[in-house]
């Protein structure tokens, strides 16, 4: 029963019946892989990295970005093959049934979902920053922390989370073209960041290298594995995609080589910045967790005595240009990331909704949600609901936890693609496969390790939220997805514009069992 599966044949013709206009490009899809990308990560979780791992933080950025190329390889040889939209959640559908497609669409939401919300945290801090730096203005305190910092609610992640949501809305390429304006506005200012850092790095700042052992390292790596999260984003903008084929692994491996290259450039330069990047420590020299009350008590002591160590920012590399003396090009560093950061949100709802989008379509989801605004031509009410849920996470929600635990759920996302292009090359070795992973016998168990590793890394309640999450999951699929299902119904959609008539069946494959049989 829950091993139907939807054949990439069947998979393919939806698309074409049921479609959304394809306008995106090779250039516009690398543009859209570093607006998820570079974000947060870099510009707010630096402070993160710094706490967990000290100068080995480029380590970690190394071990992350080498999970996420091997991942990247083998998303782009079955997004060639599926050019259609749901990510993960349609590649494992094809290959490894209902059931296990619909725990990876669920876990898909921590990724995108769960992230956009870690993004409008992140950028709620530069716009506090923003204000006091160019005008004086402090906002209350209450309003601008959640009850992790003693506070009441986020209000600015509020407010970034609505307007992104409100964009989205009226329409995908509006979207793209302001998404490649905010990813030039970030890329000049990492670049600008990087040619005044680099050349006045103290390298005694790098010792000691890994104050808290190789544990600390890849606590890191787990927890900046964020950082590269949304590359895979590019997949699921595979059925508004020009030539796919070919456009989807450009802007897959695009985005992610010059992420890479960019986030050690910046490491360095932090790491080697006045203010250098060792670990918080309390008053008797003891390591404090991220994201606890405790390093927010810490972080307010230390401020009071003048001193705001980088793993105390919440806008790090602004925090860094002022250090180093440039006050104004600090606040300007702070500017680019205010403008850029909601692009990463726009990139993180875009992968959220599509991937609702196809889970309705399938009848997983209430079709209800499916449907295409007839001005906008955009899936309104998913995006509505999607945006909403972001708000409440952003407004209470710390930026370090809603991380990790967006990081378990891409995770595993990952694992199941990594999987399925290795079943696809047995199952279904003679299918046209535009782009090949290289060494995929290689390559693609090595992304599965380093995905189980990372995610055994993770803090403890960001491990524990997946299984949660996922129990919570199987409920809501064998509440409705189980009998409402276009495959275990035996039906195939229809074009937006013949929505008023009934579905057809599919003709059964020979041998093949009928629905509603044992293996429905």
């Given at each position: 029963?829950?091993?139907?599966?939807?054949?990439?044949?069947?998979?393919?013709?939806?698309?074409?019946?049921?479609?959304?206009?394809?306008s995106?490009?090779?250039?516009?899809?690398?543009?859209?892989?570093?607006?998820?990308v570079?974000?947060?990560?870099?510009?707010?979780?630096?402070?993160?990295?710094?706490?967990?791992a000290?100068?080995?933080?480029?380590?970690?950025f190394m071990?992350?970005?080498?999970?996420?190329?091997?991942?990247?390889?083998?998303?782009?040889?079955?997004?060639?093959?599926v050019?259609?939209?749901?990510?993960?959640?349609?590649?494992?559908y094809?290959?490894?049934?209902?059931?296990?497609?619909?725990m990876?669409?669920?876990?898909?939401?921590?990724?995108?979902?769960?992230?956009?919300?870690?993004?409008?945290v992140?950028?709620?801090g530069?716009?506090?920053?923003?204000?006091?730096?160019?005008?004086?203005?402090?906002?209350?305190?209450?309003?601008v922390?959640?009850?992790?910092?003693?506070g009441?609610?986020?209000?600015p992640?509020?407010?970034?989370?609505?307007a992104?949501?409100s964009?989205?809305?009226?329409?995908?390429r509006e979207?793209?073209?302001?998404?490649?304006?905010l990813?030039?506005?970030?890329?000049?200012?990492?670049?600008?960041?990087?040619?005044l850092?680099?050349?006045?790095?103290?390298?005694?700042?790098?010792a000691?290298?890994a104050?808290?052992?190789a544990?600390?390292?890849?606590?890191?790596?787990?927890?900046?594995?964020?950082a590269y999260?949304?590359?895979?984003?590019?997949?699921?903008?595979?059925?508004?995609?020009?030539n796919?084929?070919?456009?989807?692994?450009?802007?897959?491996i695009?985005?992610?080589?010059i992420?890479?290259?960019?986030?050690l450039?910046?490491?360095?330069?932090?790491?080697g910045?006045?203010?250098?990047?060792?670990?918080v420590?309390?008053?008797?020299?003891?390591?404090?967790?991220?994201?606890?009350?405790?390093?927010?008590?810490?972080?307010?002591?230390l401020?009071v005595l003048?001193?705001e160590?980088l793993a105390?920012?919440?806008?790090?590399?602004?925090?860094?240009?002022?250090?180093?003396g440039?006050?104004?090009?600090?606040?300007?560093?702070?500017?680019?990331?205010?403008?850029a950061?909601?692009?990463?949100?726009l990139?993180?709802?875009f992968?959220?909704?599509?991937i609702?989008?196809?889970?309705?379509?399938?009848?997983?989801?209430?079709?209800?949600?499916?449907?295409?605004?007839?001005?906008w031509?955009?899936?309104?009410?998913?995006?509505?609901?999607?945006g909403?849920?972001?708000?409440?996470?952003?407004?209470?929600?710390?930026?370090?936890?809603?991380?990790?635990?967006?990081?378990?759920?891409?995770?595993?996302?990952?694992?199941?693609?990594?999987?399925?292009?290795?079943?696809?090359?047995?199952t279904?070795p003679?299918r046209k496969?535009?782009f090949r992973?290289?060494?995929?016998?290689?390559?693609?168990?090595m992304?599965?390790?380093?995905?189980?590793?990372?995610?055994?890394?993770?803090?403890l309640?960001?491990m524990?939220?997946?299984?949660i999450?996922?129990?919570?999951g199987?409920?809501?699929?064998?509440?409705y997805?189980?009998?409402?299902?276009?495959v275990?119904?035996?039906?195939?959609?229809?074009?937006?514009?013949?929505a008023d008539?009934?579905?057809q069946?599919v003709?059964?494959?020979?041998?093949?069992?009928t629905?509603g049989g044992k293996?429905?």
């Amino acid at each position: 029963m829950s091993w139907r599966i939807k054949s990439l044949d069947a998979i393919l013709e939806t698309a074409e019946h049921k479609a959304l206009t394809r306008s995106l490009g090779a250039w516009q899809l690398t543009l859209l892989g570093v607006g998820a990308v570079i974000g947060t990560g870099i510009f707010v979780l630096t402070s993160e990295a710094t706490q967990f791992a000290g100068p080995a933080m480029m380590i970690s950025f190394m071990l992350a970005a080498l999970v996420c190329g091997l991942a990247a390889l083998c998303y782009s040889e079955i997004a060639s093959m599926v050019p259609v939209s749901g990510s993960a959640y349609t590649y494992t559908y094809a290959v490894m049934g209902e059931l296990l497609a619909w725990m990876v669409g669920w876990a898909l939401i921590l990724e995108y979902a769960v992230a956009a919300g870690a993004v409008s945290v992140g950028w709620s801090g530069y716009f506090v920053g923003q204000l006091r730096g160019w005008f004086g203005i402090e906002l209350p305190y209450a309003l601008v922390n959640g009850p992790y910092a003693n506070g009441l609610l986020n209000l600015p992640a509020m407010f970034i989370a609505l307007a992104v949501t409100s964009l989205l809305i009226l329409g995908t390429r509006e979207s793209a073209r302001v998404n490649a304006i905010l990813v030039v506005i970030k890329v000049t200012a990492l670049t600008a960041f990087i040619v005044l850092a680099l050349p006045v790095m103290r390298m005694e700042n790098f010792a000691p290298f890994a104050p808290m052992g190789a544990a600390g390292v890849s606590t890191a790596a787990a927890s900046i594995f964020f950082a590269y999260v949304g590359f895979d984003a590019v997949s699921t903008a595979a059925e508004e995609t020009i030539n796919p084929q070919r456009n989807v692994p450009i802007g897959l491996i695009g985005s992610r080589g010059i992420c890479t290259i960019f986030y050690l450039l910046v490491a360095a330069g932090a790491i080697g910045s006045p203010i250098g990047a060792q670990p918080v420590t309390d008053a008797l020299g003891n390591w404090i967790s991220p994201g606890s009350p405790e390093l927010y008590t810490r972080c307010q002591q230390l401020s009071v005595l003048g001193q705001e160590p980088l793993a105390c920012s919440k806008e790090a590399l602004a925090h860094v240009m002022r250090q180093m003396g440039h006050l104004n090009f600090g606040n300007l560093i702070g500017l680019a990331a205010f403008l850029a950061l909601p692009s990463v949100i726009l990139v993180m709802l875009f992968g959220q909704t599509r991937i609702f989008f196809v889970m309705s379509r399938d009848g997983l989801l209430p079709e209800k949600l499916s449907s295409i605004h007839p001005k906008w031509k955009t899936p309104h009410i998913i995006t509505i609901i999607t945006g909403a849920a972001v708000m409440l996470t952003s407004a209470f929600l710390p930026v370090g936890e809603l991380a990790a635990i967006s990081n378990a759920g891409t995770l595993f996302a990952f694992l199941m693609v990594s999987i399925s292009v290795l079943v696809l090359r047995r199952t279904q070795p003679g299918r046209k496969r535009p782009f090949r992973t290289p060494l995929v016998w290689l390559v693609a168990p090595m992304a599965a390790a380093g995905c189980i590793y990372l995610y055994l890394s993770l803090p403890l309640r960001a491990m524990l939220v997946l299984p949660i999450w996922g129990g919570i999951g199987l409920v809501v699929y064998f509440l409705y997805g189980f009998r409402k299902s276009h495959v275990a119904l035996g039906h195939v959609e229809v074009q937006e514009g013949n929505a008023d008539i009934p579905p057809q069946p599919v003709p059964p494959m020979p041998g093949a069992p009928t629905p509603g049989g044992k293996d429905a």
